[in-house]
């Protein structure tokens, strides 16, 4: 299995749980968000996809009473999340989502774990990471 093939299943894998913890915290209408997908081709196989555009997220869910939209851009990675795996489209949106009164999550699945992160998160710039042990927990309790 190539690297890109690796990467692709360990995300997966990380975007299901995710999608399971968020549930678990009480997000209701949690869904994924539509990706379109292209495909390179040699001869009859397909041997690579590539994302058409980019989205805003990778799911989409919404707080109960409230009515509260959530978005959740999910990373899958043990030991630290630097800043960069998120892509700056992903920065954008999650903080325009917030500055539009949403709440956007970081869902980080790690060593096991799964950490639930509010957007924007404190010292989270340009050149750093986040260790699990920095990580302060999102609970739906929280406004």
Avoid: C
Wanted: aromatic residues 6%.
């Amino acid at each position: 299995m190539s690297q890109q093939a690796a990467n692709r299943k360990q995300g997966n894998a990380g975007e299901a749980i995710a999608a399971l913890e968020l549930r678990r915290r009480g997000v209701e209408m949690v869904e994924p968000m539509p990706t379109g997908w292209g495909i390179i081709r040699k001869g009859n196989r397909i041997v690579s996809a590539y994302p058409l555009a980019p989205v805003s997220g990778d799911f989409r869910g919404v707080l109960p009473n409230s009515g509260r939209s959530v978005l959740a851009e999910v990373k899958t990675r043990d030991g630290s999340l630097p800043y960069s795996m998120l892509e700056s489209h992903q920065h954008a949106a999650l903080q325009r989502h917030h500055d539009l009164g949403g709440l956007s999550l970081v869902v980080w699945v790690h060593d096991g774990i799964v950490s639930v992160m509010r957007y924007p998160i404190a010292g989270f710039r340009f050149r750093t990471s986040i260790k699990a042990h920095q990580v302060i927990e999102w609970g739906i309790d929280e406004k």
